[in-house]
Each structure stands twice: as C-alpha cells, then as structure tokens.
C-alpha cells in the first residue's frame, strides 16, 4: 500500500508564496507520474501541476502557469513539492498529491488518471 502525506499547506496573504511537500511512502513510487490537484468548496476537483515519469516533463494547469513550480527529489526525499508564487485568493483550495502507478509514458491531468491520493493539507489565501 502506497501512502502520500501532503505538508506545507497554511494561510499565506495575497502575493506571498507557499511551497507543499508530498512524501511518498515506497520509494519506487517516487519515479511514477505524480501531480497536484486542488478543490475548493463547492467545486469540482481542479489539475494544478504534474511531473511524467521518464524525463521530469512537467505540466501546468492554465490558471498556475508562470506562478507555480512542480519538482521531484528522486536522489533522497521520495518527495514532490509544489512551489506556489503570487498567491491570490482563488487559489484558496484543499490541495492533494495524487500518484499513477499506470504503465506506459502518458502523464495524466485529470483526476482519473491517478489511483493514490494524500489526504490534503489547506491553503488559505487572504486578500
């Protein structure tokens, strides 16, 4: 059983920055696809960021482009992080660390592309 614990989430003004931690449990697992998905109240579950398996490619989902930045450490950590830069308050959200251990070399951005989920850590952003 994989396990992902999500770290790093809190109450940031608007303009500030943020990094989250996703650490995986199984070290192998580190080196599958992994992304960021958020949600906030009411909403449905929206694609942040993801990091393919093979070469580090990453993707952004259109509102976090140029603000946020998705990165591995595969030598030590079996960790993902998140770096999120000029918060605004819509990026207020329950932010989850989701795995694939799907074969093949597609890096999903929906949430049924991934089969491991961490149990979120809020981020809260005033104005």
């Known amino acids: 059983q994989v396990q992902l614990v999500e770290s790093g989430g809190g109450l940031v003004q608007a303009g500030g920055s943020l990094r989250l931690s996703c650490a995986a449990s199984?070290?192998?697992?580190?080196?599958?696809?992994m992304a960021w998905f958020r949600q906030a109240p009411g909403k449905e579950r929206e694609f942040v960021a993801a990091i393919s398996r093979f070469d580090g490619s990453t993707y952004y989902g259109e509102s976090v482009k140029g603000r946020f930045t998705i990165s591995r450490d595969n030598a030590a950590k079996n960790t993902v992080y998140l770096q999120m830069n000029s918060l605004k308050p819509e990026d207020a959200a329950v932010y989850y660390c989701a795995a694939t251990a799907s074969p093949g070399s597609v890096t999903p951005t929906t949430p049924w592309g991934y089969q491991y989920w961490g149990q979120g850590t809020q981020v809260t952003v005033s104005s």
């Open positions: 199984r070290r192998t697992f580190i080196t599958y696809p």
